[in-house]
């Protein structure tokens, strides 16, 4: 079985970020890049941010953040990245861009990196097909928030070999994560299930079944929901979520995934939740407002 002792994370939005807070207090040396050295920056603050939160809860030893801390590298070399043990692609949920940054890996792989991406609905597959290794491809799929959240869904392509499977699956796990084997369909689980629900919820909105408020009150409270599933859009990205409905309906060709066109609105308004500070929510204020 491969031994994992790096790993190189691409993207340092809300999920890189997450992936390399979680590798760093695993132990792992953890090489961090973005096309913007200004998310990096604010990624290493917000890891620094959230393990001294953990740490004042107790849920990890005060003594381990700076060790861990320091086990974060920034590096703006695509080359780095592709030195690592592991390289785990988190870049925003778009399969032309996924790809590109694949290739730019390809020059840069050590003959045993594995590679990941951490995708919340694009074929495994398709992604592997564009390396020179889709045997040692494999879907991480991290929920999030990555250090708050249990589960870890793992996709095998049809190339991805058992070796590949196996250090992915004890990686995971030695993060002190449960895994979940998903089959390569569109959405995987986790999605398949979750997002459909959300796009019915703005659907209820859109047609005046209930208000943002009460569709959120009526599946807190009579659902046992944590969240509404209107605040859980915005707190995933309506761009996400549009995204991966998108997948849904184009992989499985059935018209109950057609996207509402409500949220086709929204995104293109540029509401996209809590990131734009407008979703169905107006995070703007003190108290989040409903839009509609």
């Known amino acids: 079985m491969s031994q994992i002792k790096s790993v190189g994370v691409i993207g340092a939005g809300q999920m890189g970020s997450g992936i390399a807070h979680v590798c760093a207090l695993a132990g792992y040396e953890v090489r961090l890049h973005d ?25 990890i030893d005060a003594a381990a953040v700076a060790p861990a801390m320091a086990r974060i590298k920034q590096t703006d070399d695509v080359a780095l990245i592709g030195a690592a043990d592991l390289a785990i692609e988190a870049a925003t949920e778009d399969e032309d861009i996924k790809k590109a940054i694949f290739r730019s890996l390809a020059p840069h ?28 491809f494999i879907g991480l799929h991290f929920m999030n928030p990555v250090p708050l959240m249990k589960l870890v869904e793992v ?43 959300i796009n019915e919820a703005i659907y209820t909105l859109y047609e005046g079944v209930g208000t ?8 807190k409270l009579g659902a046992n929901h944590p969240m509404g599933p209107l605040e859980l859009g915005d707190f995933i990205g309506l761009d996400t979520v549009l995204s991966i409905m998108n997948v849904l309906h184009e992989g499985l060709a059935d018209s109950k995934y057609r996207p509402c066109p409500l949220l086709v609105k929204y995104v293109e308004a540029g509401w996209l939740g809590r990131k734009s500070n407008r979703g169905f929510y107006d995070y703007r204020g003190e108290t989040p407002v409903p839009t509609r």
């Open 109 to 136: 792989l050590g003959e045993h990196t594995l590679l990941a991406s951490n995708t919340s609905s694009i074929s495994i597959t398709r992604l592997a097909s564009t390396t020179d290794r889709p045997e040692r």
């Open 35 to 59: 096309l913007d050295p200004a998310r990096i920056v604010a990624a290493l603050e917000n890891i620094a941010r959230n393990m001294s939160r953990q740490a004042a809860r107790g849920v």
């Open 155 to 197: 996709i095998r392509g049809i190339a991805t070999d058992v070796d590949t499977y196996e250090t992915a699956v004890n990686f995971a796990r030695s993060l002190g994560k449960t895994t979940t084997n998903a089959e390569d369909f569109p959405a995987f689980i986790v999605n398949r299930v979750l997002v459909p629900m």
């Open 212 to 219: 943002v408020d009460s569709i959120d009150t009526a599946m």
